[in-house]
């Protein structure tokens, strides 16, 4: 009698216990929404982190299947992969020093921002404009020239 008490008993604690580890697991696994189109201009935060870093690699994870992108003149139509290639290799030409944002601008579901880039010795204007779709924000267009 003792043993098919505990094991109904492990069968009734057992049920809630994996249905709420599978619902946390359910919650965390699920990317993080996009800031609220409304919101602040914390999208980019992170954009610009890795823009001063030079990392091209996570900042290609923002870029949109395809974008326009504009480098020291070059402009083209790319995907995502090319616009890495094509940043990764102006990273490393100029190694960034620093980056600042100096103008933000958005409405509805599309973010605009202006930065000076300070890398290899030389200053540049990037233009970053951002648009939001399935509830992410992604560079839709990033250009980069000389000042």
Not at 34 to 51: L, R, T
Not at 57 to 84: G, K, M, P, Y
Not at 85 to 93: L, P
Request: proline share 4%; aromatic share 8%; net charge positive.
């Amino acid at each position: 009698m003792k043993r098919l008490a505990i094991v109904l008993l492990t069968l009734a604690l057992a049920g809630p216990v994996a249905l709420a580890q599978n619902y946390i697991l359910q919650k965390t696994s699920q990317p993080a929404p996009a800031p609220a189109a409304e919101g602040g201009d914390d999208v980019f935060v992170p954009i610009s982190k890795y823009i001063a870093a030079g990392n091209a690699e996570a900042l290609s994870a923002w870029f949109a299947d395809n974008l326009e992108i504009a480098v020291l003149a070059r402009e083209s139509d790319a995907s995502r992969a090319q616009a890495r290639q094509i940043v990764k290799t102006f990273f490393d030409n100029f190694t960034p020093r620093s980056f600042n944002i100096t103008h933000t601008a958005g409405r509805a579901n599309m973010k605009y921002a202006l930065g000076t880039l300070k890398a290899g010795g030389e200053t540049f204007n990037v233009t970053i404009f951002l648009s939001c779709k399935e509830d992410r924000y992604r560079i839709q267009q990033l250009k980069i020239e000389r000042l």
